[in-house]
């Protein structure tokens, strides 16, 4: 069966300090992946996806990036965070062509 | 005018009761409906989805699509405490490779004993 892993599951950073998020699936082959952050009370906002290996594709322009090294690796980052970074960020998969998306347990990061 | 629209309540009833979750949405390309549920500080799990038009049911749960309204619904029979969370409606549209879903707001629902 497959399983995808995010960690941490907390963090919490200075202002102006880097942000590395990491989330791995298993079980599966050339998913689609996803990043996604959740403000309080409000709905997913997706970040980006990636259809494989280096391709990266941003829905929103901002201070994060991401990167896929690995066919099941998908990381999140950041040089400087602001405030406004703080949020629930969650990793999802898919099969490919398939719209159903799964996600993980999510990283609660707080900027302060 | 957002593409997806979800009431965030909160909605409060008493445990056994019926609860109907609704989203309505603008782009009449979409075709794949989903229902995620979230429990408090854990991510989505994804609990029904559909395709098209209809009707689908799995066990207290009932997932409904009207395409001609733009508006999709998920019915909970006999509510329990232990189905309150967050319930997000998301949807798609058939092509590209992409696989993005537009989500709605989440309903907070809250069961009581």
């Known amino acids: 069966s497959q399983t995808i892993h995010q960690w941490p599951a907390t963090l919490v950073q200075p202002v102006g300090s880097p942000l590395s998020l990491e989330c791995t699936v298993e079980g599966t082959s050339n998913p689609n992946l996803y990043w996604y952050r959740q403000a309080a009370g409000r709905g997913l906002q997706l970040l980006f996806y990636?259809?494989?290996?280096?391709?990266i594709s941003s829905e929103v322009p901002q201070n994060l990036s991401a990167s896929r090294p690995q066919d099941r690796q998908f990381i999140l980052s950041s040089k400087k965070l602001l405030l406004s970074d703080s949020g629930f960020y969650l990793c999802?998969?898919?099969?490919?062509?398939?719209?159903?998306?799964?996600f993980g347990p999510g990283t609660r990061l707080t900027v302060t | 005018q957002k593409e997806v629209e979800q009431d965030p309540g909160p909605l409060s009833v008493p445990e056994g009761a019926i609860v109907s979750l609704n989203c309505t949405y603008s782009n009449s390309a979409f075709q794949y409906f989903m229902w995620y549920r979230q429990y408090s500080r854990k991510g989505p799990e994804l609990l029904m989805y559909?395709?098209?038009?209809g009707n689908k049911e799995d066990g207290r749960f009932t997932a409904q699509v009207d395409k001609s309204s733009k508006y999709i619904s998920l019915f909970i029979r006999d509510s329990q405490p232990s189905d309150s969370a967050t319930y997000l409606c998301?949807?798609?549209?058939?092509?590209?490779?992409?696989?993005?879903?537009?989500f709605g707001q989440g309903t907070t629902l809250q069961v009581k004993p």
């Open positions: 998301a949807m798609s549209v058939p092509s590209g490779n992409t696989g993005k879903l537009i």
């Open positions: 990636s259809v494989g290996i280096g391709q």
């Open positions: 999802a998969w898919s099969v490919r062509g398939i719209k159903n998306q799964y």
């Open positions: 559909t395709y098209s038009s």
